[in-house]
T-cell receptor, first 111, second 116 residues
Framework: DAKTTQPPSMDCAEGRAANLPCNHSTISGNEYVYWYRQIHSQGPQYIIHGLKNNETNEMASLIITEDRKSSTLILPHATLRDTAVYYCIVRSGGATNKLIFGTGTLLAVQP | GAVVSQHPSWVICKSGTSVKIECRSLDFQATTMFWYRQFPKQSLMLMATSNEGSKATYEQGVEKDKFLINHASLTLSTLTVTSAHPEDSSFYIC????????????FGDGTRLSIL
């Protein structure tokens, strides 16, 4: 599976949109982009995933560039409870189905 | 949404004892479950992949005789840390996959293991 690169940390003001970038320049055609987050001392929480089209659900939006080499997770109105480590992971739908976690981005939402 | 339950949440035990951690998918059948370990201030590290009714597949460097995995049903996988020592103290997290395609994995809330 392709590797991803994320900034180690970001700050965001409460109520503003949080835009978390992820580079996955070696992504292949059958690989999906998944986003998870981990709040301190809890298991990771699934947020959203996509292949090439932009996706939106009740938690967030996922914007994938046309060449699929990067993506952005958008939390439209960040709250203090969104403070967490956000992981961008690329995975194919193949037999292994493994998720390999990188170091992620620590998003700190400030009051 | 999909719910995965882990038990226990915390366990403290003496060095040399064996500890069993359970992972259950509560509202779906999981063809595959995964076990991760996470040390403080580090990311999750995949330990093994568990398929119902077959032997687990361990990642490189993970001792299969130390970390016994059983996936006896489509809703339950167990991880047993045998003869645990202080260096095995960690946060253990399981995840479950509904079927083997693009569906996301869903994670339990983890088990914090402390070996004295």
């Amino acid at each position: 599976d392709a590797k991803t690169t994320q900034p180690p940390s970001m700050d965001c003001a409460e109520g503003r949109a949080a835009n978390l970038p992820c580079n996955h320049s070696t992504i292949s055609g059958n690989e999906y982009v998944y986003w998870y987050r981990q709040i301190h001392s809890q298991g990771p929480q699934y947020i959203i995933h996509g292949l090439k089209n932009n996706e939106t659900n009740e938690m967030a939006s996922l914007i994938i560039t046309e060449d699929r080499k990067s993506s952005t997770l958008i939390l439209p109105h960040a709250t203090l409870r969104d403070t967490a480590v956000y992981y961008c992971i690329v995975r194919s739908g193949g037999a292994t189905n493994k998720l390999i976690f990188g170091t992620g981005t620590l998003l700190a939402v400030q009051p | 949404g999909a719910v995965v339950s882990q038990h226990p949440s915390w366990v403290i035990c003496k060095s040399g004892t064996s500890v069993k951690i359970e992972c259950r998918s509560l509202d779906f059948q999981a063809t595959t479950m995964f076990w991760y370990r996470q040390f403080p201030k580090q990311s999750l590290m995949l330990m093994a992949t568990s398929n119902e009714g077959s032997k687990a597949t361990y990642e490189q460097g993970v001792e299969k005789d130390k970390f016994l995995i059983n996936h006896a049903s489509l809703t339950l996988s167990t991880l047993t840390v045998t003869s645990a020592h202080p260096e095995d103290s960690s946060f253990y997290i399981c995840s479950a996959l509904r079927d083997s395609n693009i569906q996301p994995q869903h994670f339990g809330d983890g088990t914090r293991l402390s070996i004295l």
